[in-house]
Each structure stands twice: as C-alpha cells, then as structure tokens.
C-alpha cells in the first residue's frame, strides 16, 4: 500500500524548530507533489505548505510564511518541512500527504492529494 511516514514530531518550547520528515513507503516520491496538512484538536484540518515533484514550486499558509520551509530530496525519498520560530498555536497533528495527479505545481487544499500518512504530533509548550 502507498502510504508516506512522517516522522520527526514530539514537545518544543516556543521559539524552537523541529524538522518533520516525509518518508515514501512502497512507492517512489520522484512523481509526487506533497502537502504538509495540521489538524488541532477541535479544529478542523488545515493545509500548511506543499511542493512540487520536481521541488520548483512550493507555497505557504500564511500563517507559517517565513517561519515554516519545505524542501525535498528525492534521491532519499524524503520530504522535510523545517519549522522555526515555533508558536504554541502551531500545535497539532502534522500530516504529509501525496498526489500523482499534480503536474508541475502543488495547491493547499486536501482533494488532490489521495495518500495519506497516519500523522506525527508537534506540541510547541513551556
């Protein structure tokens, strides 16, 4: 089954980074745009950065823009997104996502992308 694996989450106090990993499990992620999506609790989902296959595009929720950067390597199959300056308001369940069907770009809304890793948990506390 293709599935990506993030990895990568745990506890930061404000003002921290943590780099979150996207890992390919049983497929290839050369082919793959990839969105990086945030659920906390009683919220509802949110997108919060995307890349293309190639890595030549990428785009930013403006709640993260200038803080939050997403990066890819292909030859490790692996998607990073490096989060700084961290808020407790960034606090949530970061899921990566992946799409075939995104040609050369990649957008930041959920119906594009159909495989879905299980989530990794960020807490951003004192």
């Known amino acids: 089954q293709l599935q990506p694996v993030e990895s990568g989450g745990g506890l930061v106090q404000p003002g921290g980074s943590q780099r979150l990993s996207c890992a390919a499990s049983?497929?290839?992620?050369?082919?793959?745009?990839i969105g990086w999506f945030r659920q906390a609790p009683g919220k509802e989902r949110e997108a919060v950065s995307c890349?293309?296959?190639?890595?030549?595009?990428?785009n930013y929720a403006d709640s993260v823009k200038g803080r939050f950067t997403i990066s890819r390597d292909n030859a490790k199959n692996t998607v990073y997104l490096q989060m700084n300056s961290l808020k407790p308001e960034d606090t949530a369940v970061y899921y990566c996502?992946?799409?075939?069907?995104?040609?050369?770009?990649?957008?930041?809304?959920?119906?594009?992308?159909?495989?879905w890793g299980q989530g990794t948990q960020v807490t951003v506390s004192s």
């Open positions: 996502a992946a799409s075939r069907g995104l040609i050369g770009l990649c957008v930041l809304y959920g119906a594009p992308y159909n495989h």
């Open positions: 049983g497929f290839t992620l050369d082919y793959y745009a």
């Open positions: 890349i293309s296959s190639s890595g030549g595009r990428a």
